[in-house]
């Protein structure tokens, strides 16, 4: 029974595991980037092969040359994107260090209010934010795309259970040195909470940077679609060009992996400094 549970058996089963799953995982995307340099006519034959029968790089020049708006999506989808990540991070760090470390009248009913509210599914509040969007006249605009999205109750949550487990001698001593709360928190608190706020930011702009559900519904006017609404109009009633798809969508996700990659170093953070705190 011992070496049944030996943690190096376990630990080698655990790797295989991980190992299939990352494979199972990969493949899509592989095909993807593979379809993403063939014809239309063999992507549709159902045939499954990585490796294009007839390379071409024909999909990419439609996209960028031939499809004249593919560079405004583009543009509208960074500038939403980045707009509401900046906020986000702004805004929910300042509503979970009040809601950590402030005490203010209703601080537990704004507390409860935030948990209540991540109950509820985004899909219910979309008609009304249409009807509040189209009062302020706000339907088919930046405005209506990041303000909408600029704080998340999740995330506001998130930085509260990060700052509860901040070191309280670290503001004590800013404190000391004459800092009020603005100060503690800006100088201080939100510099050492980069790993929160990187994990933040990679969910918030994944986030915005996929969303369908708020574009398609309060955006009509095509230059004024994001990519993901942007890649909805190759496919028509009849046919689907799956050839401009696959290569859009690879342009689609290198923004998400940049992000991703160059937040990544400050996961590692995070577990040092979770580690660190004895």
Do not use: C
């Amino acid at each position: 029974m011992t070496k049944i549970f030996n943690p190096l058996y376990f630990k080698v089963i655990l790797y295989i595991f991980l190992t299939v799953y990352g494979i199972i995982t990969v493949i899509p995307f592989l095909w993807a980037f593979s379809a993403s340099f063939k014809p239309l006519s063999e992507i549709i034959n159902g045939e499954f092969n990585f490796i294009p029968k007839h390379f071409t790089l024909d999909n990419y020049k439609q996209i960028f040359l031939q499809e004249p708006l593919f560079g405004r999506w583009f543009f509208n989808s960074v500038i939403i994107g980045v707009s509401v990540t900046i906020l986000n991070l702004l805004f929910n760090s300042m509503a979970g260090y009040a809601l950590a470390r402030l005490h203010f009248q209703g601080k537990r009913f704004w507390f409860f209010l935030i948990l209540a509210v991540l109950a509820v599914p985004a899909q219910i509040t979309l008609i009304p934010t249409f009807l509040i969007l189209k009062a302020i006249g706000w339907l088919n605009s930046y405005p209506g795309m990041i303000v909408p999205s600029m704080v998340n109750a999740t995330f506001i949550f998130m930085m509260r259970q990060f700052f509860v487990n901040f070191p309280r001698e670290l503001e004590e001593a800013a404190q000391l040195d004459g800092l009020n709360a603005w100060g503690i928190f800006w100088y201080i608190v939100l510099p050492l909470a980069q790993p929160a706020l990187a994990a933040q930011a990679v969910f918030v702009f994944m986030g915005s940077w996929n969303n369908f559900l708020l574009p398609i519904v309060i955006l009509f006017d095509p230059e004024m679609f994001t990519l993901p609404l942007g890649l909805n109009t190759f496919k028509g009633q009849y046919i689907s060009y799956w050839n401009y798809i696959m290569a859009a969508s690879m342009v689609f996700t290198l923004p998400g992996l940049g992000i991703y990659a160059f937040f990544n170093r400050y996961f590692i953070q995070s577990v040092t400094f979770t580690g660190g705190k004895g």
